[in-house]
Every structure is written in structure tokens, then in C-alpha cells.
């Protein structure tokens, strides 16, 4: 499976626990750290915290291991590393504020169609 695949699978474990404002950035020529940033909210710590359980329980049935997660306890947002995809599961106040997106406004968005508004 290559990252691609695995930010989509990603995005797609976050919509099934109905996790909303999904966005996939491409990182790929941008940056060392990762292939792909797949973000997405929760409204509350319950819900973030069974979004990452989610994304995690679906990687791993793909053997895709997680390497890193910060910030679960709290669940404002929760920052989980597979290496070539990394996950960001906020509330929306963290996204707001933080805004990745506008800070890597210069990668590409990759299209998710599953997304539910």
C-alpha cells in the first residue's frame, strides 16, 4: 500500500466515526517529514479520541503500525505519526487556531468524496 493509499484509508476511519472538515495535503515535495498531513475534527474529546482509536485499529488491520500519538489524553488534537502519513484530529478551536492547511498552503489537496458535511 503506498501513502497515498494509506492517507486515503486514513481519511476514510475518520469519516466513519463521523469526523467532519476532512482534508488530505499532499507534503511529498514539500517537506522531509511526512508524504501526506490527513486532517479532521470531532466535537468533542470523546468523539477525537474514538476517531484515532478508529484510524488506528484500520491502519493496523493493513499493518500499518503507529509510530508516535501525542495528545490523546486531552483530545484537542491529537497528532498521530505512521511514518510516511500523519494524522491531525482536532476540535475545531485547535484547528482554527493552528490552521495547517494555511500553513502548508502550498500543498496540493488530494480529493476524498466520502467526506460527510
Not at 46 to 75: F, H, S
Request: proline share 3%; no cysteine.
Amino acid at each position: 500500500m503506498d501513502s497515498k493509499e494509506v492517507a486515503l484509508l486514513a481519511a476514510r476511519a475518520i469519516d466513519e466515526k463521523k469526523g467532519r472538515d476532512i482534508s488530505i495535503l499532499k507534503l511529498k515535495e514539500l517537506s522531509l517529514i511526512t508524504d501526506y498531513f490527513v486532517l479532521g475534527n470531532g466535537n468533542s474529546r470523546i468523539q477525537t479520541q474514538a476517531i484515532a482509536d478508529n484510524v488506528e485499529e484500520q491502519l493496523a488491520k493493513q499493518g500499518i503500525m503507529l509510530l508516535r500519538r501525542e495528545g490523546y489524553p486531552e483530545g484537542r488534537w491529537i497528532l498521530m505519526d505512521f511514518g510516511t502519513v500523519v494524522v491531525h484530529i482536532f476540535q475545531e478551536e485547535e484547528r482554527n487556531f493552528y490552521n495547517l492547511e494555511r500553513l502548508w498552503g502550498d500543498a496540493p489537496r488530494i480529493p476524498f468524496a466520502g467526506q460527510k458535511q
